[in-house]
């Protein structure tokens, strides 16, 4: 049997009693397995196929699945060590029931009671407050049947207007700008595409530590003669080997694109005919560039004159190219308009829709794809379907056997959630898959918010920090204990495959979502037996829509190793390059190849405004937050994984030498960067790759190592996404080590 050595069980607190790991903990992988497993990576975007190795109930290890086309048996740090979390002890193996006596704060409770207990307290707040006070938010790491049969539960269940999900916090902009100038929100091209492209231009993405893979495409289209530009604010990794770098200030994209755009217009670098032929509203977008001089683009974007004008002569004269881009221009209060302006240089290039000629937003969570399509989006039904429309509820309304009037209408995006919580409009809450309290920006009000609620369920695996706050916690299931698809960046429907059973009493996701659903008396909709019946609803539901999935089975994924979507009947191959002559378009019906009814593509006018909260005297600086390579969002699972910790223990105040100088600030120094939000006290970590008047922290950790405490809820008007990359701080060194390094210091 696969033998589990706990010791030596030397544990660190790294945050208090709940945080801890222990870092022994090793997993005898020389074990001969019982099964392999072909799967794919439970982390991000990417969706590394890898194969898991199985014994007795355990997932011991893994080995390279090198027949994957995407990537080829290459893994980055997080993906060869994600079995590591199955055996840890945090697991959540039984329901917990808030207990103030009990340690911790919690007591455990048997199954049944736990479901019992959710569903009185869903009667008896929707009886006394209305169906909408009762909100879900779900996550795009679930499989697609997961999303597909959360958005289900909560409008034919609970019949409650109000679910949203993390992609809200994501993809929401590019998905956004997607809609508004391809009519379909997807990575137009295969990432085979990227290695044929004369240029890559990567866009706000820290390529090499967060879509690992796809830097090897990269350094293909390099070694192909490829010429790389990068836009960002940091020499990450992937800048310090790209051919130009524009260094650009937080939030000043739309203007660097406009500027791009006038170049390329003045110096005719651009495709009359495609544009002529196949776009609409390019006139407006030209006028509006016309402003954007290269000294004018200079002065807002902090970029040299020179630097702009090598970016729109290397891009505007390519005869092939890819952008790529991803949250760095995404997460913005103008994140919608940041990639309108990206994809209106793609759309005057002309280069979209042939080989080695692309554009691609980089998704981030397991399914961000995946998860954005089927109904668990505030404004969504499955298929990509708009809940306004008439039609569109008919379809979904027929599929699910109910009267399209009692489907409820839209409901508001996750951080409103939260408002409506502090309005005393939303009383209770069920979350799954979801840390809103350490993701979500100026987070102390998420917690005050979720002690708020009259009653709030939360499903995980582990007791992440948001369900600390819970009434009732349900334990979950692990990616390896299902089955399911899940869609890449790529737009690539791929399968999750299942290794092992859920320990003790956690279980499968949706069978607790059904137990609710009967607990409440209303089981109608909610009795699949497995998530294969979920996925064959899923591809009817889906049939006609943008997203269409009916020519998808798990056999053809296995087949195929994956089907790109839209893929409309059995016989259909999928779809990898949207947009080419001939390509399944249910929209245009062969008017054109872009998904709106003339098919053609739209320019849609992207005026830059400066972000939300600007510098000034007593801020002076400007914050933007993000990733490391070894660790994933809100750090409930890599914070669990030994070896992940040991390389990159915590969060550090990424800062310039010349600004750590003229602050006094040593590298190793604690230092406080403060807003008007809060602040945070880490150590500063001293770098000659960022722009002297901006610091970076990653955002992987809770409580007083949160960066969430100072970054602002200002969002998007049209996408809601948080503007995470941007706001004014002030920085100081400070002499007195934050509680929680005291709490370190070893006991004498
Ligand atoms: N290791 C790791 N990988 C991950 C994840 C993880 O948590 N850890 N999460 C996954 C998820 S959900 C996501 S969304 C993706 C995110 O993937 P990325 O978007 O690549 O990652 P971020 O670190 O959020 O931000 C990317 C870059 O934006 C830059 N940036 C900041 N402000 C601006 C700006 O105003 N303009 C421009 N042009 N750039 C700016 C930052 O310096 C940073 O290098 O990663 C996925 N992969
Ligand atoms: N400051 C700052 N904040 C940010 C960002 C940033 O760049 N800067 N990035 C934002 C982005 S892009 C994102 S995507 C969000 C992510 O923010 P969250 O979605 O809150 O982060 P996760 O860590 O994915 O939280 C998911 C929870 O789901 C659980 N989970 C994972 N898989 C499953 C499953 O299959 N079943 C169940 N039941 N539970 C599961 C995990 O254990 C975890 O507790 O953070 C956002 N917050
Ligand atoms: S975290 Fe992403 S890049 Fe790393 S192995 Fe997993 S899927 Fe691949
Ligand atoms: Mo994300």
Redesign the pocket.
Known sequence: MATLSAAPRETIDLFGPHLSYPTGLRLDTSEAPDRVVKTHCCF??QQCGIQLKVKDNAVIGFEPWEEFPFNRGMLCP?GVRRYLQGAHPDRLLTALERDAASPGGFRPLGYEAAIARVAAEIDRIQAAHGADAFAVLSGASLTTEKTYLMGKFARMCLRTANIDYNGRL?MVSAGAANKKTFGIDRSANPWSDIPQAEVVLI?????A???PITTNYVWQARENGAKVIV????I?PIARTCDLFLP?K????AALFNGILHLMIEHDWIDRAFIEQYTVGFEQVAQYAKQWTPRHTAEVTGITERAIQEAAELWGRAQSSFLLH????E??SHGVQNVLSAINIVLASGRIGREGCGYGT?T??AN?QGGREHGQKCDQLPGWRDIDNPEHRAHIAAIWGMSPDDLPGKGVDAYEIFRKIDRGEIRGLLSICFNPKVSLPDNDFIGRMLDKLDFYVAIDFFLNESARHANIVLPGSLQEEDEGVVTSAEGRVIKINKCVDSPGEARQDWRIIQDVAQALGRSRGFTFESPREIFDELRRASAGGVADYSGITYEKVERQMGVFWPCPDEEHPGTPRLFEAGSYNPVAKGAGPFYFADGKARFNPAPYAPPAEDVDADYPLML?T????????SGTQTRRIGPLVDQYPEPRIELHPQLASQLGIHDGDWATVESRRGSCTLRAQVVQTIRPDTV?VPY?WAGAKSINQVTIAAQDPISKIPEY??CAVRLRRTDAPPQYAQELEPQQ
Request: proline content about 4%; some cysteine.
């Open positions: 991000c975007g997080k994501c866009a706000g993405s820290n390529v530590e967060c879509s836009v960002d604010p940091r990450t650009v937080p939030g000043r994209d991803a949250r760095g221009i997460h913005h980089i981030g969570q961000g933007t993000g990733r490391v390579i070894s660790h994933f969002l970076f992987h990359k941007v």
